[in-house]
């Protein structure tokens, strides 16, 4: 087979997996604006009328902009801490020297193959019983506030850079800090970018953990509102898909626009450029 042909036949199937993999947003998105989308194929084509009045009636029976607010604030919350304990974490057990860096990297390698839900009743009791955190956005927030995925994550990264471009800073005079802030933070964007995307979409997704703690439906992320609201929509709507489907529609938008605005910095980082030589 020809080198062209073999090319035109490689971009072929990567086109028709691109589209497999785009078809069901395409179907959402669609049938989240139309006024009786069907679950056959044909429902791929918008020949129903257009509407907006699917995302009314979520909104009138949850509240979406509270219902997102809470979901910001949670997924922010544990973003914060996860980009602050997970950059300081990844330095220390990269680049400095200390008495059992590699016994407490072991520990944390462990501690990643412990499911969540296995804790999340002895967790529950904790910050609903003893700490009396339920219904507040620091219950939904502090089990997730230290990700260890994330600290491995930049971990490696640090590691990879070349030790030279610390000991110049430090003969410079800068402190840790400085030099985590100044030399190391801008060097590693790619991990940086990494952490925002797997760790904002964790919690904005997160259903399980928030509907334990989270009785008050005014405190409820979109997840939980959603999925209350889609349950009960399935039996009491006259459009229950297109419910279903804007439902779905404003729970992934965040995160697709999120991904459209970091995806420039998922790129070869620049490692070598203050090496002489």
Known sequence: MPRTLRRVALYVVLALMALAFLAPFYFMLVGAFQENPTNSPAGM??????????FGD??????????????????????????????LAGY??????????????????GVQMV?????????????????????TYLGMIL???????????????FRSLPESIFEAARIDGASELR???????????????TVVLITFIGPWNEFLWPFLVTKDASMQPLAVALANFISNAARSEANPNGVILAGACTLALPVVLLFCLF????????????IKG
Request: without cysteine; positive net charge.
């Open 115 to 135: 499911p969540f839900q296995l804790l999340m009743i002895p967790l529950y009791v904790q910050v609903a019983s003893y700490y009396r955190l339920g219904d």
């Open 45 to 54: 084509v918008p020949t129903d009328g257009w509407t907006l009045q699917n």
């Open 179 to 193: 030099v985590l802030w100044s030399v190391a933070i801008p060097m590693v964007k790619p991990a940086i970018a």
């Open 92 to 109: 220390s057990l990269a680049r400095l020297r200390w008495r059992g860096r590699t016994s407490l990297f072991v520990v944390m390698l």
């Open 263 to 274: 995806q420039k910095y998922f790129r070869p980082s620049d490692i070598g450029a203050g």
């Open 143 to 157: 089990p997730f506030l230290i990700n260890t995925t994330a600290v491995f994550i930049f971990r490696q990264f």
């Open 58 to 87: 979520i909104n009138e029976r949850i509240s979406l902009l509270r219902s997102l607010v809470n979901s910001l604030v949670f997924a922010l919350g544990v973003l914060v801490g996860t980009l602050t304990f997970g950059l």
